[in-house]
């Protein structure tokens, strides 16, 4: 089955330098992969939706890469701010099928003055 | 715009009891969704739709209904609460299928003793 993997420790990094994501995706071909960050009780907010065809997509400080290849996207937020601190989500998307997004379980940033 | 609005915020059900989960969009979205969200599980499609009148089970619609009258509305139904239900449920709508980004509501927390 399909099956999504985001790393499930939380990521720790100091204001300013960049966090780093990762999305790991099996038995799967996505032909879209978004992104999306959720504070606690709160819905999730969109943020970016890169293409099976595009390598990198970018968004002010945000950086995501897809590479099917390796099954795997990477998503980078530059120059972090505690701001940023949150749980990000992955969602792969295939070709066919009516919306059907499949969220990974997210990774909480916490970004530290 | 309101986006998307989910009533109650907050409900606790007994065994067996039955209630209706909310979600109106004034987006004039075609797409709408429910979620479930339980922790480290990520979120988990219960039903979608892809239309007034057309509604589809996701990767977990036991004990769940819904059904789609209006553009606007789409009410989620649980037919005899169990505590496995015990979960937060999104309610989410998109323009498009699966390419295009999901607007999410706030969410409602339910607990089933």
């Known amino acids: 089955s399909q099956k999504i993997e985001q790393n499930s420790e939380a990521l720790n990094i100091q204001e300013g330098k960049t966090a780093t994501l990762t999305c790991n995706y099996t038995?799967?071909?996505?032909?879209?992969l978004q992104w999306y960050r959720q504070d606690p009780g709160r819905g999730p907010v969109f943020l970016l939706l890169i293409r099976e065809n595009e390598k990198e997509k970018r968004k002010e400080r945000l950086k995501v890469t897809f590479d099917t290849t390796l099954k795997q996207s990477l998503f980078h937020i530059t120059a972090s701010q505690p701001a940023d601190s949150a749980t990000y989500l992955c969602a792969p998307s295939g070709k066919g099928g009516y919306n059907k997004l499949i969220f990974g379980a997210g990774t909480r940033l916490a970004v530290h003055p | 715009n309101a986006g998307v609005t989910q009533t109650p915020k907050f409900q606790v059900l007994k065994t067996g009891q039955s209630m209706t989960l909310q979600c109106a969009q004034d987006?004039?979205?075609?797409?709408m969704s429910w979620y479930r969200q339980d922790p480290g599980m990520g979120l988990r499609l219960i039903h979608y739709?892809?239309?007034?009148?057309?509604?589809d089970q996701g990767e977990v619609p036991n004990g769940y209904n819904v059904s789609r009258s209006t553009t606007e509305d789409f009410p989620l139904r649980l037919l005899s609460a169990a505590p496995s239900q015990t979960s937060v449920y999104f309610c989410a709508s998109s323009y498009g299928p699966r390419s295009y980004e999901q607007y999410f509501g706030p969410g409602t927390r339910l607990t089933v003793t």
């Open positions: 038995n799967y071909s996505p032909a879209y």
């Open positions: 987006m004039n979205h075609e797409y």
């Open positions: 739709s892809v239309g007034a009148g057309i509604t």
